[in-house]
């Protein structure tokens, strides 16, 4: 069990830290340009900029080529089962998939009136996670690494770790608020 939990958070890792980056390197520009959906709210917010979203696909896939040059001396053997262009792929789409379900989780909270960086409990812990996966089960080698224990493990302890992180990123001053 806990060899699993082990297990699920290093597989999950290129898509736990892309929002971690997006927060560091976020700013200028946002996505949504500024413009307001047809309900007269901002499409996604400020809260979603380019430099964020290109810093959080940089840190995921540094994350994951990190992980892969490592497992060999922690004795693990998980994303190098992969080639390493395989496992590129792989991180790419983990940490894209993160992101493009963190602005799906915005877009979804401004059509609720749940303005930027207000909380959205489950929404803000699950969306991320389930848009990642739903990118990496277009690679090919996603069943042999993503077992269905692997993927309810992940949805059970993700909104755990998250809070975890947050409460971690606002004691040092990273993020506003401990969510
Ligand atoms: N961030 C960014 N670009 C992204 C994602 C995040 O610039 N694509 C930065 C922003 O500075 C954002 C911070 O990371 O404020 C925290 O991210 P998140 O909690 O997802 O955004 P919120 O500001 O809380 O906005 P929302 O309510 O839309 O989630
Ligand atoms: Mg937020």
Do not use: C
Request: hydrophobic letters at 50%; charged letters at 15%.
């Amino acid at each position: 069990m806990l060899w699993t939990l082990i297990k699920t958070i290093w597989l999950f890792l290129p898509a736990y830290t892309p929002n971690n980056f997006a927060v560091l390197s976020g700013g200028g520009r946002p996505i949504d340009m500024g413009k307001n959906f047809v309900d007269g709210r901002r499409i996604l917010g400020d809260g979603k900029t380019f430099r964020g979203f290109a810093g959080g696909v940089f840190g995921g896939v540094l994350t994951g080529i990190i992980q892969y040059l490592s497992e060999p001396l922690l004795g693990l053997s998980y994303f190098t089962t992969l080639t390493f262009s395989s496992a590129l792929l792989l991180f790419l789409l983990l940490s894209t998939g993160s992101l493009a379900g963190d602005m799906l989780g915005s877009f979804i909270k401004r059509r609720l009136g749940i303005g930027r960086g207000e909380k959205a409990p489950i929404l803000d812990q699950l969306d991320f996670l389930i848009i990642s996966i739903v990118f990496a089960s277009f690679h090919r080698d996603f069943s042999s690494l993503y077992t269905p224990e692997v993927l309810l493990l992940a949805i059970v302890v993700t909104p755990i770790l998250h809070k975890l992180v947050n409460v971690i990123a606002y004691l040092l001053r990273l993020k506003d608020v401990p969510w």
